[in-house]
């Protein structure tokens, strides 16, 4: 049951943290009879506060709840030194007034914009408080604390705010026509049929590079002009045009003496 328990509690502060805006660190409004039945039961509130929650708590009281519990005199003694360790909101109550009272205007006057959680034993306290959206209410059953459920007030704000979020705000109106037409150009862009493009020549990477003719200077071309006029003579005279040309020995150029 504990750990359902805490699903539901989780579930809850997601639900108000969305709608509502209610964050950590969480503001809990305490009134004296949750701190006198917390005392009877034994339960320590600043550490079950961050269990139930989910998140860093701070407990607080108003001047009105601390008049009242001192008021009580000595049925109400531990209470009040509790509730003197706890965080003091200044209220704007002229004079003291009770503590629904007090806690009814802190939270109703401004439509909770300070983003209160309510922590009281008082039914008709709590039964006031579930006609404003957006504010939980923590109760104590015996020692076990529990957070209630979203009111129908509470549900009825939360989709109201929904649908205002979905909807384009004032200043966003004068721009919808400028976007609706960028929108439909490229609407309009994207069904235009695409050209096929032709088949793609070959991969210059892959491909081989082709090789530069050397260019012959004036030098070589010489040469290869006299070889090729050589090579014509030699075949006009009938000989073997790759034949070499005979060398005249040194002892035929000589006149041969007679003896």
């Not at 509730?83 to 806690?103: F, L, P």
């Not at 609706?180 to 050209?195: G, R």
Request: proline share 7%.
């Amino acid at each position: 049951m504990r750990i359902r328990r805490q699903k539901n509690y989780r579930r809850i502060m997601r639900f108000y943290r969305i709608a509502f805006d209610i964050q950590e660190t969480f503001h809990v409004l305490v009134d004296g009879t949750f701190i006198t039945h917390a005392l009877q039961h034994k339960v320590h509130v600043k550490q079950q506060l961050p269990k139930i929650l989910g998140g860093r708590s701070t407990p607080m009281v108003t001047g009105c709840t601390l008049a009242e519990l001192r008021k009580l005199g000595p049925r109400a003694l531990g209470a009040a030194i509790i509730a003197k360790g706890y965080y003091k909101i200044k209220c704007n109550c002229g004079e003291a007034v009770s503590a629904s009272e007090c806690i009814r205007e802190q939270v109703q006057h401004s439509g909770n914009q300070r983003r209160f959680i309510v922590a009281s034993q008082d039914l008709e306290l709590v039964k006031e408080l579930r006609k404003i959206p957006g504010v939980p209410v923590l109760r104590l059953h015996g020692p076990v604390p529990q957070l209630e459920e979203p009111s129908t007030e509470s549900r009825t704000a939360a989709e109201v705010g929904q649908d205002r979020k979905l909807k384009p705000s004032d200043w966003e109106k004068p721009r919808l026509p400028k976007l609706q037409a960028k929108e439909a150009a490229v609407v309009a862009e994207a069904a235009k049929p695409k050209k096929r493009k032709g088949p793609k020549g070959p991969n210059p990477l892959s491909c081989r590079k082709p090789k530069k003719k050397k260019q012959l200077d004036s030098r070589s071309r010489n040469f290869l002009g006299l070889r090729f006029l050589s090579l014509r003579v030699l075949k006009g005279s009938g000989r073997d045009e790759w034949a070499p040309e005979p060398k005249q020995r040194s002892w035929q150029s000589k006149p041969v003496q007679s003896q």
